[in-house]
């Protein structure tokens, strides 16, 4: 109901400058009613924008913010069109210094276009686009300040200067038709109606800009006259167009992507590149003045600096974004996908310097604390009935769960790596044998916690795990007496073990002189005899009979 209400008062309006038009003879009065209007139309504009900006989703927030900022700057230029019109009562000079206000005034609203709202875009394609877009906005005020300023400031000439400002600002209007166009022929639904909508209200107030500035040269022109008939008529439809923008707020975004951005970033190179020929044709041009050719050659030199740092900048942002790219990248390719654990690829890639860490830390030589490379293999107990009973997606909910309960219990130096389906290696570095029964025992409970079991789809499940492990280096006297893979073959052979005398327990295969019961005799790696420690959920224990085994 305020909606239409709105559009009704804005309608009214342009009812009663048609009016004023047809039945109030040229006179200040028709001038007061004519600006008044057109002040309270554009305000209107402005209020409408950014009322979309305040109650707009984030993903919209700064296009409609842009519009605003366009419309508020034709605000001031109105205010003042109306200061001499209506408080020194004489015409605007020509060249008006509140023509610059108009021209830039379509900056924001490219940039606003140029945001293409209506898709899903990242940060990061903002952040280059805000770039690209300073890169375009410096170089359209360059080409002001090359065509335009010169005839108004430099050497006043009202001719050049009403036909170079024509001239550029409808280029500047006919960019903004086309990008206005792109996005019509691109969308679909509201969206597709809602572009359409703003394509019909910048070409009618392109089309009566253009009429008015033509009228004005000729000094045909007066505040009132038919000439801005036009002119509010399009002021209307851009409220027209706001208040249809706040029916688009719950319009889902598109998942498509455009190719509009890729040839912003084009042009935004093209603009770099044109500042060389851009100077060279002012330093050849022997048709203007000394000064005009001075002054525009100061302003290319001036814009081609500035435009040198935002590339700077850019490359800048676009290392930084590579970089960032390539260490998610390597951490996927080292990062277990279901899990969040390390993957064999991480384990292959840093094995060798945690073993190389270990054998120095044993060498006769070394006078800091020797440390220890415990390899802790972990493997579920049944874990196939969970997924055989309850479906694979239970059992990736199971092996997540694990894997937050290993990490809870586990040092920040040590590494989690999924070995295989349901079988895990904790690599503990920087450790002591002497207490490696006891973080065995830390991992079974966190594992196979009585109190708290896995609880996914409404289903609770108590796993437990099973764990083999062993110390790199083998021998601490010789460090380099058994191979790593060797001993890794030994903490898997532990596993083995545990999985034999009941499940839900840890042993530790040990050189025979460090553990209790001697199994067998090995033919690798001078690896002649070794031991057993067994571990149960309650705690390390002397022999294997002792956890309840036969």
């Not at 020194?88 to 000079?93: D, G, M």
């Not at 706040?246 to 084009?266: D, G, Y």
């Not at 700077?312 to 899990?339: C, G, H, I, M």
Request: glycine share 6%; net charge neutral.
């Amino acid at each position: 109901m305020r909606l239409k209400l709105w559009a009704a008062v804005v309608v009214l309006l342009t009812l009663a400058q048609i009016a004023a038009t047809v039945l109030v003879p040229r006179s200040f009065s028709l001038t007061l009613i004519n600006d008044s209007i057109e002040f309270l139309l554009i305000l209107s504009v402005l209020l409408v924008f950014s009322v979309n900006a305040s109650v707009s989703p984030r993903k919209t927030r700064l296009f409609w913010m842009l519009l605003a900022a366009c419309w508020g700057v034709t605000l001031v230029a109105q205010a003042m069109w109306m200061y001499f019109d209506l408080v020194l009562r004489k015409e605007a000079p020509n060249p008006f210094v509140g023509d610059i206000l108009l021209f830039l005034s379509n900056i924001p609203f490219l940039a606003a276009l140029l945001l293409q709202p209506h898709l899903n875009s990242d940060e990061n394609h903002k952040a280059e686009g805000s770039v690209d877009f300073l890169l375009l906005l410096l170089w359209w005020l360059n080409l002001y300040l090359f065509f335009v300023i010169p005839w108004q400031y430099v050497v006043l000439d009202e001719a050049k200067y009403g036909s170079n400002y024509n001239r550029l600002n409808g280029l500047l209007d006919i960019v903004l038709l086309l990008t206005l166009g792109f996005l019509w022929s691109r969308t679909f639904g509201r969206q597709k109606w809602f572009y359409a909508s703003f394509f019909g209200a910048q070409l009618l107030i392109t089309v009566s800009g253009y009429v008015a500035n033509q009228a004005i040269e000729k000094h045909v022109y007066y505040a009132g006259s038919w000439y801005d008939v036009p002119y509010s008529v399009a002021l209307a439809s851009f409220t027209v167009v706001g208040l249809f923008g706040l029916t688009l707020a719950s319009a889902p975004a598109a998942s498509q992507k455009s190719k509009l951005p890729v040839h912003v970033t084009r042009l935004g190179m093209l603009a770099v590149l044109s500042l060389p020929v851009i100077g060279a044709w002012a330093a050849l041009n022997r048709t203007a003045p000394s000064q005009v050719t001075q002054f525009r050659e100061l302003v290319t030199l001036g814009t081609m600096l500035a435009m040198a740092l935002l590339v700077f900048a850019k490359q800048r942002q676009l290392r930084t974004k590579l970089a960032k790219a390539n260490q998610v990248l390597q951490e996927a390719s080292v990062t277990d996908p279901l899990t969040g654990a390390r993957n064999r690829r991480f384990f292959d890639t840093t094995i060798s310097g945690d073993a190389n860490q270990a054998l120095r830390s044993h060498a006769p030589t070394q006078e800091l604390r020797v440390s220890d490379l415990i390899f802790y293999m972990v493997d579920l107990d049944d874990f196939k009935e969970v997924n055989d009973r309850y479906g694979h997606s239970v059992g990736d909910e199971v092996l997540r769960e694990v894997t937050r309960r290993i990490n809870a219990v586990i040092r920040s130096s040590d590494v989690l790596v999924r070995w295989g389906g349901d079988e895990f290696l904790i690599v503990s570095r920087y450790s002591n044998r002497a207490e490696a029964a006891t973080f065995a025992s830390r991992i079974l409970t966190a594992v196979g916690n009585p109190e708290a079991g896995v609880a996914t789809a409404g289903i609770e499940i108590r796993q437990t795990c099973s764990i083999g492990w062993a110390a790199f280096p083998w021998y601490p006297g010789e460090p380099n007496a058994v191979s790593l893979e060797a001993v890794l073959g030994l903490a898997d052979r532990g596993v083995y073990e545990a999985k034999t005398f009941g499940k839900n327990r840890a042993i530790g295969i040990l050189p025979a002189n460090q553990g209790t019961t001697l199994l067998f005799a090995s033919a690798g790696d001078r690896v002649s005899t070794y031991s057993v420690q067994t571990v149960c959920a309650e705690g390390p224990s002397e022999s294997l009979k002792s956890c309840g085994d036969s």
